[in-house]
């Protein structure tokens, strides 16, 4: 039976963890797909990619609105997905070599299934380890939808791989993968529908996020809301019956109705490892789980599925596996996510409602990005800025941005933030670049 020093499960976030503290270790890594995981191969890093692809072609149709001749003639797919993962797919290869090259790493190219403490089948033989560390991912939640079963429908693991752009695509869900692969596709040319069982799009957002998002989707494209898929069936194209009576036709099929961990593929109670109500692994402080030696790291453990939260355990536990007696806490206060649609959303801390249900005091502002002189430049109407904080510390609660460059924008508070400044400090204490578009968050902050 091959026992290890250290054996992680998952090569993504990972596969970050082994360095030279461990070059004296026994080091076992299992991944049954690609290295780099779901980030780099069929998430963040490809789809960021098309996203930037079509906000260049939404770019040309839009620009002749400012006096610029510019036309969208569409696109070259295979031109398009074949540079992406060009240049991904071989980063993917190289990884796994690279770790096969090393005198100290075993590489096992098989899923992992806990059978007792400490001890994992791969490929039909059991394994064991003084430490393991968790780090499996989660996979896509497919609906019991009648007659989808079997239909070749797309999720976002391979939506991004299609041999043509599909001429009519229609995308069940509203959360930020639909999001973007919405803005992706339509932006390429193909018509799309997105169909939404909420009133809303971007569940668990701020409510004034989550309007301006669903304005201007239903906008741009066909948003059907409150409407779910009743039945699906594929003969040459897709047939898919919805709960208001109506039915659609479509090339492709994207189903993005959510992501659930893999802790329960892994069969990780044999282990001794606790789930929680939602199927994540559940951990201290440390990063350890309820089995002793045992530790968890990433969107196997963490309800906000996250890549750069996912960085940050990994080097937490990358710390605390050598040093036991000078163990790290992960710092969750401060978590930000962005949206990668068109526009862009960039989020951290509180939302407005989770302030009002907690009875938590709180001021609010609001600043447009048509207030400000480069949104009024780039004649921007939706766009906006809204800062929460407390009245009697000012320090900052909350802040959501939906725009042009969104997600960088909301960076500078997630800094103040960290570092403890009041929204005062923040708006007062540095000088704002006129006419950038940083001036939106400096005078929303003055508004407060």
């Known amino acids: ?88 797919d071989p980063i993917a290869a190289s990884g796994l070599e690279y770790r096969r090259s090393l005198a100290n790493v075993t590489v096992y190219e098989h899923s992992a299934r806990f059978t007792d403490e400490r001890t994992v089948e791969l490929d039909g033989r059991e394994v064991t380890a003084d430490r393991i560390v968790v780090a499996a991912g989660a996979r896509t939640i497919v609906p019991n939808i009648p007659g989808l079963t079997g239909t070749g429908f797309r999720t976002s693991d391979d939506v991004m791989r299609l041999d043509e752009l599909p001429e009519r695509l229609v995308i069940l869900g509203g959360g930020f993968i639909a999001a973007e692969m919405a803005h992706v596709f339509d932006g390429l040319g193909s018509r799309v529908t997105l169909i939404h069982r ?3 799009m971007l569940r668990g957002a701020d409510e004034d996020v989550r309007r301006c998002i669903t304005d201007v989707y239903l906008d741009r494209m066909d948003v059907r809301l409150e409407t779910t898929a009743s039945e699906v069936s594929h003969n040459g194209t897709y047939d898919i019956r919805l709960s ?22 892994l069969e990780v109670d044999r282990a001794g490892i606790d789930l929680d109500d939602q199927g994540y692994i559940t951990t201290d402080e440390h990063l ?27 080097r937490i536990i990358t ?10 806490s992960v710092d969750r206060r401060f978590v930000p996510h962005a949206v990668f649609g068109h526009p862009q959303v960039g989020s951290v801390g509180h939302t407005e409602k989770e302030l009002i249900d907690s009875g938590r005091s709180h001021i609010v502002a609001t600043r447009r990005y048509s207030e400000t002189a480069y949104g009024w430049a ?10 929460l904080a407390d009245p009697d510390t000012r320090l900052l609660l909350g802040a959501h941005i939906v725009g042009p460059q969104a997600a960088t924008l909301v960076q500078q508070l997630i800094q103040g933030m960290a570092a403890g400044l009041t929204v005062d400090q923040m708006a007062h204490d540095q000088l704002y670049i006129h006419p950038a578009m940083p001036e939106l968050v400096e005078q929303a902050l003055l508004d407060l």
């Open 244 to 265: 208001d009576g109506s039915s659609l036709q479509a090339d492709q099929l994207l189903v993005a109705t959510g992501r659930q961990p893999n802790g329960d593929l």
């Open 1 to 88: 039976m091959p026992h290890h020093d250290l054996l992680i499960i998952g090569a993504g976030s990972g596969n970050s963890i082994i360095g030279p503290e461990h070059d004296n270790w026994d080091v076992a890594i299992a991944e049954p797909w690609a290295f780099g995981g779901t980030c780099m191969n069929r998430g963040c890093i490809p789809s960021k990619m098309l996203v930037h692809v079509a906000d260049l072609a939404l770019s040309a149709r839009r620009a002749p609105d400012l006096g610029v001749h510019t036309a969208f003639h569409g696109v070259d797919w295979s031109a398009i997905r074949d540079r992406i993962f060009g240049r991904i």
């Open 378 to 387: 780039m004649e921007d109407s939706t766009g906006f800025a809204k800062v």
């Open 319 to 328: 710390h605390n596996l050598t040093n036991p007696g000078e163990l790290r």
């Open 198 to 200: 909420g009133d809303l």
């Open 288 to 314: 350890r789980t309820s089995a002793n030696g045992v530790w968890a790291l990433g969107d196997v453990t963490n309800p906000r599925q996250l890549k750069h939260t996912a960085n940050a355990e990994a």
